[in-house]
């Protein structure tokens, strides 16, 4: 990718794109006392410039009604309110409603009013409330709480004829289609907030139409389909786990437990792809089966969507701490992309005439901008090695046969006789393998002498294509530091079929730890393609039982079959 940087002043930036309009937003917090404020970039000239009410918890662009012109709308979510920009001007905003104070607060409240409880006695339950109760207290209690005691008599002839008012806050924010899947179709804006509910507003008339709850509170929302047709709404939570809601239900379908906390959520075709603090990819399926992990180099700050529609490519870009951004195919590394500095926020898609540009904000308050050549193709396996493809690769299992379910059945039925069947066999392999190998010691049939006295190893070669063959016996003493010497070497063998010049003869002095090649010829008699076995005796002088033996199955005799 070809790019520029770019260095404005400000710290912790936040990116968020305006389709079909060939500029962008640039967000940043608070630095040195001044509020936050929004930039509206077209290449890398400013174009606007406003002042923020408060730190944005979520941004998104969107299309709110149907005309042809096709603007699209910027809604910023901070606090309990939704502010939607548009033609890069204040358009609307939108309140949360207010949601029911705690009963036993408002009834201390209006005690304080009336003067019959003093600021220390209030404080006090106040405390006892907030441990206790499951409604929280409103911002009005929490700040008297931090109070010290010489500023609450202030505070409460101040506030003691307000009442009560408790209300949420935006966590996170996204967009739904409202009956059409294309790009420049109406959307709908979904909020998750502080007391642990989803909302979906409508575009036109910015009413809530649906409401739903959660375990936990929602920090990361990823939404599929369409609000008029089907959808599939998956939430991350602070408790560490995914929620996958779909269209009229209230309340969770599916639950995906993570090990760490989540810190991206990105949907990949049907792939919901998190980040976690563990420095892991997982890949899950909208059912919560995992299919998959890959393990970051480093920590990942944040994640975004990379979609090449010209070449139906989708993809998961994650920003690490190591100042990389790391593109993913399902598990397969595409690309490795290098920055200065670490990557804070992505943003991909068209920009002017580009369709493919990738924008990065980095932590120290630069602007990267990358725009991908129109003939680049993303190759797996292109950016490091990783696993082989076949490990990919799915098992095709065979259904299951009624013959298959019937022995199952009868597994089940006779486990036990069937176990004890396997036993019996099995103690009396064991017998049989036992008895023979005592009766090979005892015969010397082994080619490995187990006699402390003469410890010899013995293992032959043949050579050879027929009908000479070259036969070489190797005789090692195996002993530590004593030498062997008086032994025989005798070949028991056909003389109808074989022929040895030397089938009797002396072995020399074996010294500890050497192998002796031992070397005769061996002719082969037979025209009509016999082979037979030479026997091979390792004898001591004056002894009649051989100290081991070994069992040579000689090879057929090309030379006479080809003559």
């Known amino acids: 990718m070809a790019g520029r940087t770019l260095r404005p002043h400000g710290q912790h930036p936040h990116l968020f794109h305006l389709p079909g309009a060939g500029r962008f937003a640039w967000g940043w917090g608070v630095q040195g006392g001044q509020h936050p404020r929004l930039k509206v970039l077209k290449g890398p000239a400013v174009l606007t410039e406003s002042p923020l009410p408060a730190l ?42 207010q949601l029911p104070p705690n009963p036993l607060e408002q009834d201390l409240w209006n005690q304080a009013k009336e003067d019959q409880i003093d600021p220390l006695t209030l404080k006090e339950m106040l405390e006892g409330i907030r441990e206790k109760a499951e409604v929280p207290l409103s911002v009005q209690s929490l700040r008297f709480l931090q109070l010290e005691l010489s500023e609450m008599e202030a505070f409460v002839s101040q506030h003691k004829s307000r009442s009560v008012e408790r209300q949420t806050v935006i966590t996170t924010m996204t967009t739904l289609k409202k009956n059409l899947a294309d790009e420049d179709a109406v959307s709908c804006l979904v909020l998750g907030t502080e007391n642990k509910e989803l909302l979906v507003l409508d575009p036109e008339a910015f009413i809530i139409v649906a409401k739903m709850s959660l375990p936990s509170v929602p920090v990361f929302l990823d939404v599929s389909g369409q609000w008029d047709v089907e959808f599939r709404l998956a939430a991350a939570c602070r408790n560490g786990n995914i929620y996958v809601l779909r269209r009229d239900s209230k309340r969770p379908k599916y639950c995906i ?75 397969a590394l595409l690309n490795v992309i290098r920055t200065p500095d670490a990557v804070t926020s992505l943003c991909f898609g068209r920009f002017g005439r580009e369709d493919n540009t990738l924008i990065m904000t980095t932590r120290g308050g630069g602007l990267i901008i990358k725009i991908l050549k129109r003939t680049a193709v993303f190759v797996e396996g292109g950016g490091e090695a990783g696993p082989p493809p076949a490990q990919a690769m799915k098992l095709n299992v065979p259904r299951k046969t009624r ?5 199952t059945l009868r597994e089940r039925e006779a486990g036990t006789a069937m176990h004890r069947t396997f036993q019996t066999d099995l103690y009396l392999l064991r017998i049989r393998a036992a008895r023979a190998y005592v ?66 003869f002396k072995v020399p002095l074996l010294v500890p730890g050497l192998s002796y090649p031992l070397e005769t010829f061996v002719e082969s008699l037979s025209d009509k393609g016999i082979s037979d076995i030479i026997k091979v005796l390792v004898l001591r002088e004056g002894q009649s039982a051989p100290l081991l033996s070994a069992h040579i199955n000689m090879p057929m005799s090309e030379g006479l079959a080809a003559a």
């Open 257 to 331: 437990e993570l090990s760490a906390q989540p810190v991206g959520l990105v949907r990949v075709h049907k792939v919901l792809v998190v980040g976690s603090t563990q420095d892991c990819l997982h890949g899950f399926t909208h059912k919560g089966k995992k299919l998959w992990t890959v393990q970051m180099p480093a920590t990942i700050l944040t994640m975004n969507l990379l979609e090449q529609r010209s070449r139906g490519l989708q993809a998961v870009m994650a920003g690490l701490a190591n100042g990389e951004v790391r593109i993913y195919h399902d598990k």
């Open 439 to 504: 009766q090979a010691l005892e015969s010397s049939l082994n080619p490995v002498s187990l006699t402390a006295r003469e410890p010899l190893k013995l293992h032959a070669v043949v050579q050879g294509l027929g009908p000479t063959f070259k036969l070489t016996l190797h005789l090692q003493n195996t002993s530590a530091a004593r030498p062997i010497l008086g032994l025989l070497v005798c070949f028991l063998y056909n003389e109808v079929l074989y022929a040895l010049p030397r089938a009797f």
């Open 403 to 407: 013959l298959y379910v019937d022995q």
């Open 56 to 97: 944005p918890a979520a941004a998104t662009a969107f299309l709110m009604e149907q005309h042809e012109t096709r603007t699209p709308a910027l809604a910023l979510a901070s606090g309990p309110c939704v502010y939607v920009y548009k033609n890069l001007r204040p358009y609307f905003k939108f309140s949360l409603p």
